[in-house]
């Protein structure tokens, strides 16, 4: 009898307990398809490669070794335990029952209890990490650990039924079930018979102990910030295959829109909203990201949870469904809550403009503050172990800002205006684009397309490398070394605008999506087959986004082909230059497009040069605070990220700190300036020291 109350009263609990989490898992799934249909590209391997990579292998997680090992042996170890939990549930409804593994049970015993111990060392140092050492970008308090808690009870749970089972069914103690026949035997010291009424009754305790956390668990989960389990391996999978940071583009010509980028949360794509339900808190973006390093209200992370509890919040109202668990005290809704949304959606149904609608996403969710301080730079992505993606979103609200209310910076509108006018953010006059030559003195020809009876390569000078004198030299370098290497090349000259990255990182997509198709007009008006630019952000602009629009060239970065003839001995560095230089990374020229090691190459090359790296270089570098159209906008909060960046250099002093982009040689030659530096440490391109060299 009491083992058929014990059926019953199990399936019941099970039941509950599923359609609770089930309850849970299909709010959130409502909520994420108030979004937009996404356009995704189907590439079967490509999908594989990316779940093999990063939710099998862990690529991202393990970046940062001490947590990601610890995340790899609670992962591994739960879907190992899972087999041992099945045998466990049964074990419950069928005395003594063991999985049909024959001989080979014991060693199954064994790897589940070291399992089991190996999960709850993960546990301690998981505990240790952020309530002991602290680390900065971990939350703290009961609701961040309620899952340590959660997990280490599970494990708990699984030996103490294992020991009292061994105590009921008299079992010996067993070297392949060490760590349940020491408790037994603890437990059989303080009293507790072999075989007795006492060890059975407690087994069943800690049996149901277990199957209540465990189900508890399961209804938990997709309620916290541990939904990530369910969504992160989904995130993954949807992940864009377009290149690093590419974003995507406006239909101007559909005529139905009135409304440009993203004012409100169901105007992302669903993708984009799983995004905010697969973050795991884990705080690396926000610890990586130069605005919240130097003082700026942005934090990544905060951004990803805000826009996820407004989408709930909303959710909840627009589909009258309460997003946690029903007729459950356990919630963060109240009852209350949700009949006063239900009543908001009733009132809207009637014409009316319910109070919870207020509620702006930019404004009242996220504030401009946030979405003007993102350099763009990625480093949150790339150290995002879920595959998360913050910057378009973030460039999605500015295009809402910019197009559609016509809000930004006064700076910004200044650069945009300039950029219309004259073809550069200063407003400088379009023909004083070729007064850098002068710098050459006539010993160099710099042919414009027109005067050029061949070329091979279209050099992109930008507008930096045109107007800002810093950046000439940069230019004029590279022009010598061309000339060195019998490279044939030509310039536009005059005809040259702006790539439109700036416009399009300011979130003015009309005019970005204006200056590609005039460029690449010009492009093929001139039959240009190869582009070369010392400017990242144009390299990366040309080569990940103009083919969208009908751009059919090879795009280089100067040190690309720099560093190929180098090898190639076109360029033949032998004059010594005794420098030790530490480089730093562009961000559209790493995490954009992988390129870290053809400039270092360009260095090692040279006779005389010491290389030393930042604590923060290669994927892990730190911004200069250029991007994202920052260039043209004073920093108001915290410190600068250039002089940021500018310490982290000079901690390894160095006597010259190299780039290879025009922003950051500019950002990090005021940075040294302010440092009071500039005498003792320069800043260089890699081809003005390569130049020397030869």
Same mark, same amino acid.
């Given at each position: 009898? $009491?083992? /058929?109350? %014990?059926? !019953?009263?199990?399936?019941?609990? *099970?039941?509950?307990?599923?359609?609770?989490?089930? #309850? &849970? =898992?299909?709010?959130?799934?409502?909520?994420?398809?108030?979004?937009?249909?996404?356009?995704?590209?189907?590439?079967?391997?490509?999908?594989?490669? $990316?779940? /093999?990579? %990063?939710? !099998?292998?862990?690529?991202?997680? *393990?970046?940062?070794?001490?947590?990601?090992?610890? #995340? &790899? =042996?609670?992962?591994?170890?739960?879907?190992?335990?899972?087999?041992?939990?099945?045998?466990?549930?049964?074990?419950?409804?069928?005395?003594?029952?063991?999985?049909?593994?024959?001989?080979?049970?014991?060693?199954?015993? *064994?790897?589940?209890?070291?399992?089991?111990?190996?999960?709850?060392?993960?546990?301690?140092?998981?505990?240790?990490?952020?309530?002991?050492?602290?680390?900065?970008?971990?939350?703290?308090?009961?609701?961040?650990?309620?899952?340590?808690?959660?997990?280490?009870?599970?494990?708990?749970?699984?030996?103490?039924?294992?020991?009292?089972?061994?105590?009921?069914?008299?079992?010996?103690?067993?070297?392949?079930?060490?760590?349940?026949?020491?408790?037994?035997?603890?437990?059989?010291?303080?009293?507790?018979?072999?075989?007795?009424?006492?060890?059975?009754?407690?087994?069943?305790?800690?049996?149901?102990?277990?199957?209540?956390?465990?189900?508890?668990?399961?209804?938990?989960?997709?309620?916290?910030?541990?939904?990530?389990?369910?969504?992160?391996?989904?995130?993954?999978?949807?992940?864009?295959?377009?290149?690093?940071?590419?974003?995507?583009?406006?239909?101007?010509?559909?005529?139905?829109?009135?409304?440009?980028?993203?004012?409100?949360?169901?105007?992302?794509?669903?993708?984009?909203?799983?995004?905010?339900?697969?973050?795991?808190?884990?705080?690396?973006?926000?610890?990586?990201?130069?605005?919240?390093?130097?003082?700026?209200?942005?934090?990544?992370?905060?951004?990803?949870?805000?826009?996820?509890?407004?989408?709930?919040?909303?959710?909840?109202?627009?589909?009258?469904?309460?997003?946690?668990?029903?007729?459950?005290?356990?919630?963060?809704?109240?009852?209350?809550?949700?009949?006063?949304?239900?009543?908001?959606?009733?009132?809207?149904?009637?014409?009316?403009?319910?109070?919870?609608?207020?509620?702006?996403?930019?404004?009242?969710?996220?504030?401009?503050?946030?979405?003007?301080?993102?350099?763009?730079?990625?480093?949150?992505?790339?150290?995002?172990?879920?595959?998360?993606?913050?910057?378009?979103?973030?460039?999605?609200?500015?295009?809402?800002?910019?197009?559609?209310?016509?809000?930004?910076?006064?700076?910004?509108?200044?650069?945009?205006?300039?950029?219309?006018?004259?073809?550069?953010?200063?407003?400088?006059?379009?023909?004083?684009?070729?007064?850098?030559?002068?710098?050459?003195?006539?010993?160099?020809?710099?042919?414009?397309?027109?005067?050029?009876?061949?070329?091979?390569?279209?050099?992109?000078?930008?507008?930096?490398?045109?107007?800002?004198?810093?950046?000439?030299?940069?230019?004029?370098?590279?022009?010598?070394?061309?000339?060195?290497?019998?490279?044939?090349?030509?310039?536009?000259?005059?005809?040259?605008?702006?790539?439109?990255?700036?416009?399009?990182?300011?979130?003015?997509?009309?005019?970005?999506?204006?200056?590609?198709?005039?460029?690449?007009?010009?492009?093929?008006?001139?039959?240009?087959?190869?582009?070369?630019?010392?400017?990242?952000?144009?390299?990366?602009?040309?080569?990940?986004?103009?083919?969208?629009?009908?751009?059919?060239?090879?795009?280089?970065?100067?040190?690309?082909?720099?560093?190929?003839?180098?090898?190639?001995?076109?360029?033949?560095?032998?004059?010594?230059?005794?420098?030790?230089?530490?480089?730093?990374?562009?961000?559209?020229?790493?995490?954009?497009?992988?390129?870290?090691?053809?400039?270092?190459?360009?260095?090692?090359?040279?006779?005389?040069?010491?290389?030393?790296?930042?604590?923060?270089?290669?994927?892990?570098?730190?911004?200069?605070?250029?991007?994202?159209?920052?260039?043209?906008?004073?920093?108001?909060?915290?410190?600068?990220?250039?002089?940021?960046?500018?310490?982290?250099?000079?901690?390894?002093?160095?006597?010259?700190?190299?780039?290879?982009?025009?922003?950051?040689?500019?950002?990090?030659?005021?940075?040294?300036?302010?440092?009071?530096?500039?005498?003792?440490?320069?800043?260089?391109?890699?081809?003005?020291?390569?130049?020397?060299?030869?």
């Amino acid at each position: 009898m $009491l083992a /058929l109350i %014990n059926l !019953i009263a199990f399936f019941l609990v *099970l039941a509950y307990g599923l359609y609770l989490a089930g #309850h &849970v =898992v299909y709010s959130r799934y409502l909520f994420i398809k108030l979004g937009k249909k996404p356009d995704v590209k189907d590439d079967f391997g490509a999908r594989i490669n $990316l779940m /093999l990579d %990063n939710v !099998i292998f862990h690529k991202k997680l *393990l970046k940062d070794k001490k947590s990601g090992v610890m #995340h &790899v =042996v609670m992962f591994y170890g739960f879907i190992i335990l899972q087999f041992g939990a099945i045998e466990l549930i049964i074990k419950g409804l069928s005395k003594g029952f063991e999985l049909p593994f024959g001989s080979a049970h014991k060693y199954f015993s *064994l790897m589940q209890e070291i399992t089991t111990f190996l999960i709850l060392a993960a546990v301690g140092y998981a505990f240790y990490r952020r309530y002991i050492e602290k680390l900065k970008r971990l939350k703290r308090g009961f609701k961040s650990g309620i899952v340590l808690l959660l997990i280490s009870s599970l494990m708990a749970t699984v030996l103490l039924s294992l020991a009292f089972e061994q105590l009921w069914l008299g079992h010996e103690a067993s070297g392949f079930a060490p760590i349940s026949s020491l408790l037994a035997g603890l437990f059989a010291a303080i009293g507790v018979s072999v075989g007795g009424t006492a060890a059975a009754a407690l087994f069943y305790i800690f049996w149901w102990l277990h199957l209540i956390i465990l189900l508890g668990f399961a209804v938990y989960v997709p309620q916290s910030k541990h939904a990530h389990l369910l969504f992160a391996p989904v995130n993954v999978w949807f992940k864009k295959l377009d290149p690093p940071g590419k974003l995507s583009s406006i239909d101007f010509e559909d005529e139905t829109q009135e409304v440009f980028g993203v004012g409100k949360i169901e105007d992302f794509t669903q993708t984009q909203l799983i995004d905010l339900y697969a973050c795991v808190e884990c705080g690396r973006c926000t610890n990586m990201c130069p605005a919240s390093g130097t003082g700026k209200m942005l934090s990544p992370m905060d951004l990803i949870t805000k826009m996820r509890d407004h989408l709930t919040e909303k959710g909840a109202a627009v589909t009258s469904r309460t997003p946690w668990m029903p007729s459950f005290a356990f919630s963060q809704t109240s009852a209350n809550q949700i009949a006063v949304q239900s009543s908001q959606v009733a009132a809207a149904a009637e014409g009316a403009t319910p109070d919870f609608y207020d509620k702006n996403l930019i404004g009242d969710v996220i504030t401009e503050q946030e979405l003007w301080a993102c350099t763009t730079c990625r480093n949150c992505e790339d150290q995002c172990p879920v595959m998360n993606e913050h910057v378009d979103k973030i460039i999605d609200m500015r295009r809402y800002l910019v197009m559609t209310e016509g809000s930004m910076p006064a700076e910004a509108q200044r650069a945009l205006n300039n950029i219309e006018r004259q073809g550069n953010p200063w407003g400088i006059n379009r023909k004083d684009r070729l007064k850098w030559i002068e710098g050459l003195n006539g010993e160099y020809e710099v042919p414009t397309v027109k005067q050029a009876e061949e070329f091979e390569y279209l050099f992109w000078v930008g507008a930096m490398g045109s107007f800002d004198l810093r950046s000439q030299k940069i230019s004029q370098a590279f022009v010598k070394l061309m000339h060195e290497a019998g490279v044939k090349f030509a310039i536009l000259g005059t005809e040259e605008k702006n790539s439109g990255d700036t416009a399009r990182r300011i979130g003015n997509e009309f005019l970005f999506q204006q200056l590609a198709q005039e460029n690449i007009a010009l492009f093929e008006a001139y039959e240009v087959k190869k582009i070369v630019t010392c400017d990242p952000h144009a390299y990366n602009t040309f080569k990940n986004e103009y083919p969208e629009f009908g751009l059919q060239a090879e795009v280089y970065h100067h040190s690309e082909l720099l560093a190929q003839w180098v090898k190639e001995g076109r360029l033949k560095p032998t004059k010594e230059v005794k420098e030790r230089i530490t480089y730093h990374d562009s961000c559209y020229l790493g995490r954009y497009n992988e390129i870290y090691d053809k400039p270092r190459v360009i260095l090692e090359a040279i006779p005389g040069v010491e290389v030393v790296e930042m604590k923060r270089s290669g994927c892990d570098s730190m911004c200069c605070g250029a991007g994202g159209g920052l260039m043209w906008m004073e920093e108001h909060e915290g410190t600068r990220v250039n002089v940021a960046r500018t310490e982290q250099a000079l901690e390894v002093n160095p006597t010259a700190i190299a780039s290879a982009c025009p922003y950051c040689l500019t950002m990090m030659n005021d940075g040294v300036k302010m440092k009071e530096q500039e005498e003792q440490v320069k800043t260089r391109d890699v081809a003005e020291i390569l130049a020397d060299a030869i």
